[in-house]
């Protein structure tokens, strides 16, 4: 059994009052969460200081521009959080976070993680089209419902790891029909605990994982294997991996937004990456022909498997590719086997060594 | 641009793709390039990439003016030049806008053109990237139809402007299409190399090409005219601080204008490098100063130091704009401020390989209307 808050407010505004009182009491110097920036509804994450600013965050608005994981990445590389900062996350962005700690590109210290049961994101090109507030009475609907709203990310309608495993607070969201009027905030850690000391509200105990949550858990499994059966990936021969990948532009934008790809200098934009001009003329010599640019294929054979043990499936490399490759759905695909053999899951424990830093003599007996 | 107003015009049976096709094929088999850059459509059929073709058997997927930009042409070549010495003749079969960006690089020494023949064919423009994989196949077709009438509409914004669609400098050949009668190419020399390669294959430049000229100096000066309406749009929205700031507003920082930019040439960029990474108390610190800090960080000035970095060269190719994720126009904005840089300096990226970078030229009496003199700044410093 976990302590709860109850906040008798609706989810947005329970959570809004909760990172105004963290910084009104001056339990943390800053809060990490969407804000509203635009005039024209522009959504970005923002660092906050001043408690009068919370009004303007969304914490809980449907959209993932960037992943946060790689921004407190760049919070935190140089030093550690020096004060203590609130930070609002999908639970994916957490895992990856965690994921980045562990291999130093960051630090959890000083930092509360708030995060909740969370109901997917839209996609990028629907924030482009600027409608995503037009779906906004139906996503929660669904929320509510512990089912998947139309039109979110397809990673997001395959995810079935949306419990925030190691948040010191998590909202109850997915399944929680009383999100419009009560916040039911879980407090995990304690971290969490100690921090709401003070705060209006009721308290009690209660589980965040329910039954509900279980059975959601096994309608996005279900979601899962139809959308890949749908992405046609089933074999990923070199046949099929040629042809998906073929309309690569070699952008590596894939790369770019990826919360695992943490390589200040990619590989493949080395000097060492690059060919002298005897290699293409040998090459051209042999086959008769060359596809340019080259080494997109190899690019991303290379990027699965760097990336694969670490990618919690957020989706980002899929929503900005501007070829519309399936790249969500490979990831998945890829990161579930790998994961899987290491009996694996990015993220969830800061603790658990990453599968390649660690050496067990007896294992994989049987491709040795 | 040479002063031959003559060019040698080649039957084209069925299409002008087919064409110039047809003329790639017969220099290969001649042996006067020794390999060919081509467009060509790839295996899997749902795009087109740059093949290096070397045996003709190669060239059935072909197409010269593919109906999308997925790479941008100078990237190519730079790619496959940049490192050693070669001695394969490469013939490049390209976009104007492709042309004028490789003389660039080979001015940025990113681009070694010994060896290399540039060709390049009357552009019709190119349908926007995410038109085309979101048509589900639709994409050919669209083109098709646009092009063969040279309707701009369903083109990039910035192919819709453009008015350096033809031989508008770089190339050693240029190959004319626009209005020519049904049937034909014109081939036009504008080097020495470029007459020499016709000659070689017995390909005299007798024919009065002035009907096609005059055909695209008028559509230059209506796409000039478009070109002005649309700089003065976008200025409308970006002018000032406020405004420009609400431009980039949704960038999500991910830097792929500037990883796709055939112009924008670093290994490493400085915008990706330790010198925009900074302690925690920094931010924090930004932070409390203006009220919020918007994360990612320094996207604004990102957009601003790479505009200040190849503007001068912007060849307003679009590529940008088409791999934004967020359809912030990247290239339309670019082409206003590229503009206003390039006529200061009197100076057309890609014009001729011979005219150096602003930049590496200094003249003494140059834009002293925004200098201040010596006296006037001891003078106040007195005061």
Redesign the interface.
Known sequence: MTKVLNIGKSAEDGLKELLKFLLENGKV??V?TL?K????G?I???????PD?IESTAPLFPLM??N?AK?LS??????????PIAVVLRPCELRAFVELVKRTQGSLDNILFISSTCGGVYP?EM??KGNIEEHLPEYWKAVEQGELAPNTRLACQACEYFVPYTADVAVSLLGNEGIDKETMLFLNTEKGEGIVEGIKGKFAEGELATVAIEQIRSKRKAEKEKLSDQAELQNLGIDEI??TF??C?????CS??CPACYC??CFF???TS?????Y??RE??KK???????DTIFYHLVRLFHVSISCTACGQCA??C???IPLWAISLKMGDAVQRTFDYLPGKDIEEGLPLTTFVPEEFAGIV | MTNTRKGASLPAEGSVQKGIIDFVKQALKQGVFD?V?IPSR???G??F???????E??LKGASPLPPIM??QGA??IS??????????GIAAIMRPCEARATIELAKLAQV?LEYVTIITVDCPGVIP??DY??GAGKGDKLFEDASQNWNSGPMRPVCRICDKFSASGGQDIHIGTLGTKSGSILLIPNSSKGEEILNRLGMSAEEDISGWEARVNKLIDERRKERKQNNDAVRADIEGIDKLV?AF??C?????CM??CPICYC??CHF?S?NM?????D??MR??GR???????DTLLFHIGRMLHMSLSCVSCGMCE??C???IPVAQIFTLVGDRNQEEFDYVPGRTVDEPLPLTTFEEDEFQEVEQSYAAVSARQEN
């Open positions: 110097k800053g990490v804000r920036t635009g005039e024209d522009a970005s994450y923002s660092l906050i200081t001043n600013d521009l960037v946060l921004q760049r919070l935190t590389l140089i030093e550690a959080a020096t004060e990028l924030a482009v040629a042809k073929s309309r532009i070699g952008c590596r934008n770019a937004v200040h200098v934009q080395t000097e690059q060919h002298e001009r005897a293409y003329e051209l010599e008769g022909c060359m596809t340019m640019l080259s929503d900005v501007p070829a519309n | 390999a850059l790839v295996p899997a749902d795009s990439a740059y093949f290096l073709v070397r045996d058997a190669f997925p790479v990237r190519v790619s496959i030049t940049r490192r050693g010495k070669g001695k394969t070694d990237l995410s994989f979101e609400q507003s949704t999500i920082n991910c830097h792929n990883r796709v290994r490493q990706d330790d990474k900074f302690g925690f108390e931010y924090l932070a409390e009220g919020g800090l918007t994360i990612p960080t088409d791999a994720p967020m359809a």
